[in-house]
């Protein structure tokens, strides 16, 4: 471990498992179990947040005693239980399942003693920009101060910060839970009984008080949490904590001027770390699991193609361009190096907010012990304030990174000043979009009255708060304040599945679907206007719409001329065809894209010979079966079925027949078994006298054309591969 200098912190969470912690009332939680959660909590937060914070757990209460400290009577069942290290799942599993209640009582100063100690002697050596410790107890044991005013100077002397949660308010000294600053808001209070205080609970208020108070002064009860109002906070995991990573640069303008500066992100989206990794379902772990790509030719045998011999591709329209890595790099667009530098000034006004693009804002500043950057950038940042001017700037991240244009305007705080960079679109990523104007048209023109209701409503719906003189405004919907949901859930149910593998995600906790809703107030104030909304904007029941006529409609065929029964019999046998579909085109053969489609549109033509276009179908059909592949046999199973319905319609059972009889042959001499599979499914079989007059199938010989030929016992002569479309196509022709 490095000894460099960090910003971690070293933590020790101290807690009493003296049996008075499992003390509570009927239905509610013990202090035990609630300081549990909350250690829980805790150090999930660590967790998932992912910093190099360093944490140790030490029980005070125990049956039996581990630590340096101890020997003879001196502080006896105080247990060291995890030293100084990273929080991971294990420690979340020995809080868990480890951690019982113990059948003794320990002195919580000498476990305050013990704790400054660890942190001391692990410590040594290393540097952390703080060190902490947090006390989980009821203050139900008894305690000796006679070592107080000694771990008051080491606390001071070291550094080391210290932090009570319990189950009640201390500035409540007669347990009344009433508070004196407020700060205890109700939806912290602890369900604590409130006139259930014992003596040696009030007497380790009046130890904490003092010793807080010699600590922190005035702010000494600022560090002491009730269990409850620590519950709250901490059921919001951290988010991931991120370093801030300067990038140095020179701000140019022109080729004379070159300012140092050092950048900043700002604002940039979170984005979830992938750390999701493939490991077998059996031993839950990744080494077991072997993964190997192969590429290989769309052909019979597949050909195993090497990695070297594949080369990228660019489909340009119909065609595929290759593209090698050699072309990749030498297209790429290589600047001289990274670059912030200004290509003009432009009025505020001309940047438009919704132009703001990219994912990420910087923050601009002179380069840190650089005198003379920092003024010019100063002077630079206030003549643009004073003169209501942005710079546009030509900004690249480095060599490597595609230029952008982007604009930066000036910032300026009490505590500092800036450039804000934000990068501004292309030509390409603009959307030009045309509406029509609701003004010109007198039937969208609200009233008066409208108006003034929709003013109402947004007036109530204000998400900022104002005093009477409007000098005070508060940001009641605190958008940088609010966790990503996401985030939140995911944590929580990897936290879960870590300690209930088999068992089911639990529910979305309440408050995560609460953070996005509507506040209170703001949903109250909102009441008034609505209602009047709803009364100036009535909605009516505009009755069922009227169909609208498609072309499809006014061209249908309907044979209105002639008899009722033949028109029926007409629309019957037509289906869904009509003159719109012979508007789609002009069809002449049946194509390989919609060959079905296009058997029916030909086989209605005047003139049209069965046998010439179903030969084309058949044709396809063939061309299908031969590339082997599901698509192609769904394709060929569509076509079939085409086939037969209009062979029934149009008489012609014999053709289909035959050909179904020639393609049964075909599929057991080929291999195409799972092809026939398909269609024993989809029920497609010779079409019998009960469908058609022309046939002579019965039903039973069509549920046994559908089995598979039993093949004879003697060695079978394997046909060759040539002629087998003509076959079949010849049968069709005879």
């Given at each position: 471990?490095?000894?460099?200098?960090?910003?971690?912190?070293?933590?020790?969470?101290?807690?009493?498992?003296?049996?008075?912690?499992?003390?509570?009332?009927?239905?509610?939680?013990?202090?035990?179990?609630?300081?549990?959660?909350?250690?829980?909590?805790?150090?999930?937060?660590?967790?998932?947040?992912?910093?190099?914070?360093?944490?140790?757990?030490?029980?005070?209460?125990?049956?039996?005693?581990e630590n340096a400290l101890a020997s003879g009577d001196q502080y006896q069942n105080i247990t060291v239980q995890r030293h100084l290290m990273l929080p991971d799942f294990d420690l979340l599993e020995?809080?868990?399942?480890?951690?019982?209640?113990?059948?003794?009582?320990?002195?919580?100063?000498?476990?305050?003693?013990?704790?400054?100690?660890?942190?001391?002697?692990?410590?040594?050596?290393?540097?952390?920009?703080?060190?902490?410790?947090?006390?989980?107890?009821?203050?139900?044991?008894?305690?000796?101060?006679?070592?107080?005013?000694?771990?008051?100077?080491?606390?001071?002397?070291?550094?080391?910060?210290?932090?009570?949660?319990?189950?009640?308010?201390?500035?409540?000294?007669?347990?009344?839970?009433?508070?004196?600053?407020?700060?205890?808001?109700?939806?912290?209070?602890?369900?604590?009984?409130?006139?259930?205080?014992?003596?040696?609970?009030?007497?380790?208020?009046?130890?904490?008080?003092?010793?807080?108070?010699?600590?922190?002064?005035?702010?000494?009860?600022?560090?002491?949490?009730?269990?409850?109002?620590?519950?709250?906070?901490?059921?919001?995991?951290?988010?991931?904590?991120?370093?801030?990573?300067?990038?140095?640069?020179?701000?140019?303008?022109?080729?004379?001027?070159?300012?140092?500066?050092?950048?900043?992100?700002?604002?940039?989206?979170?984005?979830?770390?992938?750390?999701?990794?493939?490991?077998?379902?059996?031993?839950?772990?990744?080494?077991?699991?072997?993964?190997?790509?192969?590429?290989?030719?769309?052909?019979?045998?597949?050909?195993?193609?090497?990695?070297?011999?594949?080369?990228?591709?660019?489909?340009?329209?119909?065609?595929?361009?290759?593209?090698?890595?050699?072309?990749?790099?030498?297209?790429?667009?290589?600047?001289?190096?990274?670059?912030?530098?200004?290509?003009?000034?432009?009025?505020?006004?001309?940047?438009?907010?919704?132009?703001?693009?990219?994912?990420?804002?910087?923050?601009?500043?002179?380069?840190?012990?650089?005198?003379?950057?920092?003024?010019?950038?100063?002077?630079?940042?206030?003549?643009?304030?004073?003169?209501?001017?942005?710079?546009?700037?030509?900004?690249?991240?480095?060599?490597?990174?595609?230029?952008?244009?982007?604009?930066?305007?000036?910032?300026?705080?009490?505590?500092?000043?800036?450039?804000?960079?934000?990068?501004?679109?292309?030509?390409?990523?603009?959307?030009?979009?045309?509406?029509?104007?609701?003004?010109?048209?007198?039937?969208?023109?609200?009233?008066?009255?409208?108006?003034?209701?929709?003013?109402?409503?947004?007036?109530?719906?204000?998400?900022?708060?104002?005093?009477?003189?409007?000098?005070?405004?508060?940001?009641?919907?605190?958008?940088?304040?609010?966790?990503?949901?996401?985030?939140?859930?995911?944590?929580?149910?990897?936290?879960?599945?870590?300690?209930?593998?088999?068992?089911?995600?639990?529910?979305?906790?309440?408050?995560?679907?609460?953070?996005?809703?509507?506040?209170?107030?703001?949903?109250?104030?909102?009441?008034?206007?609505?209602?009047?909304?709803?009364?100036?904007?009535?909605?009516?029941?505009?009755?069922?719409?009227?169909?609208?006529?498609?072309?499809?409609?006014?061209?249908?065929?309907?044979?209105?001329?002639?008899?009722?029964?033949?028109?029926?019999?007409?629309?019957?046998?037509?289906?869904?065809?009509?003159?719109?579909?012979?508007?789609?085109?002009?069809?002449?053969?049946?194509?390989?894209?919609?060959?079905?489609?296009?058997?029916?549109?030909?086989?209605?033509?005047?003139?049209?010979?069965?046998?010439?276009?179903?030969?084309?179908?058949?044709?396809?059909?063939?061309?299908?079966?031969?590339?082997?592949?599901?698509?192609?046999?769904?394709?060929?199973?569509?076509?079939?079925?085409?086939?037969?319905?209009?062979?029934?319609?149009?008489?012609?059972?014999?053709?289909?027949?035959?050909?179904?009889?020639?393609?049964?042959?075909?599929?057991?001499?080929?291999?195409?078994?799972?092809?026939?599979?398909?269609?024993?499914?989809?029920?497609?079989?010779?079409?019998?006298?009960?469908?058609?007059?022309?046939?002579?199938?019965?039903?039973?010989?069509?549920?046994?054309?559908?089995?598979?030929?039993?093949?004879?016992?003697?060695?079978?002569?394997?046909?060759?591969?040539?002629?087998?479309?003509?076959?079949?196509?010849?049968?069709?022709?005879?």
């Open positions: 471990m490095s000894k460099g200098g960090r910003n971690w912190a070293a933590i020790v969470l101290c807690m009493d498992v003296g049996f008075a912690m499992t003390n509570s009332a009927p239905g509610e939680e013990s202090p035990f179990e609630q300081a549990k959660k909350m250690m829980t909590m805790f150090v999930q937060r660590q967790v998932f947040a992912e910093n190099k914070d360093e944490v140790s757990v030490v029980l005070f209460g125990t049956d039996g005693t020995d809080i868990q399942n480890v951690i019982q209640p113990g059948s003794e009582q320990a002195d919580f100063l000498d476990a305050l003693v013990v704790c400054m100690d660890l942190l001391q002697k692990e410590t040594l050596g290393k540097k952390y920009e703080k060190r902490h410790i947090e006390v989980f107890t009821d203050l139900s044991s008894p305690f000796s101060e006679d070592q107080l005013e000694i771990i008051i100077a080491n606390l001071k002397k070291t550094g080391i910060s210290l932090q009570f949660f319990l189950p009640f308010p201390v500035d409540d000294e007669d347990g009344s839970g009433d508070t004196v600053d407020g700060r205890h808001s109700d939806m912290y209070r602890n369900s604590f009984p409130r006139k259930g205080l014992t003596e040696q609970q009030k007497e380790g208020i009046c130890m904490v008080r003092k010793l807080m108070f010699a600590l922190e002064e005035e702010g000494g009860l600022d560090e002491i949490y009730t269990f409850r109002e620590s519950l709250e906070r901490l059921s919001m995991f951290k988010k991931i904590e991120r370093r801030p990573m300067a990038w140095p640069c020179q701000l140019t303008i022109g080729s004379n001027l070159s300012i140092r500066i050092v950048a900043f992100k700002s604002l940039v989206e979170e984005k979830l770390k992938k750390s999701w990794t493939l490991v077998d379902a059996k031993t839950l772990k990744k080494e077991d699991v072997q993964k190997e790509t192969v590429y290989c030719l769309n052909d019979d045998d597949e050909t195993e193609v090497q990695k070297d011999d594949l080369v990228q591709g660019f489909r340009y329209g119909s065609d595929i361009v290759p593209f090698s890595k050699v072309d990749e790099e030498q297209m790429k667009y290589k600047t001289e190096a990274k670059c912030f530098s200004v290509l003009g000034f432009s009025r505020s006004s001309q940047i438009q907010r919704h132009h703001y693009m990219g994912n990420q804002v910087l923050k601009v500043f002179a380069a840190k012990g650089d005198e003379a950057a920092a003024v010019a950038l100063s002077a630079l940042i206030h003549a643009l304030d004073e003169l209501d001017v942005v710079a546009v700037v030509r900004y690249a991240y480095d060599r490597r990174s595609n230029p952008q244009v982007g604009v930066a305007f000036p910032c300026i705080k009490d505590a500092y000043e800036c450039l804000i960079y934000v990068q501004l679109p292309y030509m390409e990523d603009l959307r030009q979009y045309m509406f029509s104007s609701l003004k010109n048209n007198k039937k969208y023109t609200p009233t008066a009255d409208q108006l003034s209701a929709v003013d109402s409503l947004i007036d109530s719906m204000s998400l900022v708060y104002e005093d009477d003189d409007g000098e005070t405004t508060e940001d009641i919907f605190k958008t940088s304040k609010i966790p990503n949901p996401q985030f939140q859930r995911l944590y929580q149910c990897l936290q879960h599945k870590a300690f209930h593998p088999d068992k089911p995600l639990p529910p979305i906790e309440q408050h995560l679907l609460e953070m996005l809703e509507i506040p209170q107030e703001v949903r109250e104030r909102c009441q008034a206007p609505l209602e009047k909304i709803k009364a100036l904007f009535p909605l009516k029941d505009a009755g069922k719409k009227k169909e609208q006529k498609t072309a499809q409609d006014v061209f249908k065929d309907n044979n209105e001329d002639g008899p009722s029964a033949k028109k029926a019999k007409a629309e019957n046998e037509e289906g869904s065809f009509s003159i719109a579909n012979l508007a789609e085109g002009n069809v002449t053969t049946v194509g390989s894209i919609n060959p079905a489609e296009n058997f029916c549109v030909l086989v209605r033509q005047k003139n049209a010979n069965f046998k010439e276009v179903s030969q084309q179908l058949v044709n396809r059909i063939e061309q299908f079966l031969e590339t082997k592949g599901l698509q192609y046999y769904m394709k060929s199973i569509n076509c079939i079925r085409v086939f037969r319905e209009e062979a029934i319609k149009l008489s012609e059972v014999q053709c289909f027949n035959d050909f179904l009889q020639a393609l049964k042959e075909k599929v057991e001499d080929k291999t195409l078994a799972d092809f026939w599979e398909i269609l024993i499914q989809d029920g497609i079989s010779l079409i019998t006298k009960d469908e058609a007059e022309g046939s002579s199938v019965t039903s039973e010989e069509a549920k046994k054309f559908l089995a598979p030929k039993e093949k004879p016992a003697e060695t079978l002569l394997v046909a060759g591969e040539g002629g087998d479309v003509d076959d079949l196509v010849s049968i069709v022709k005879t």
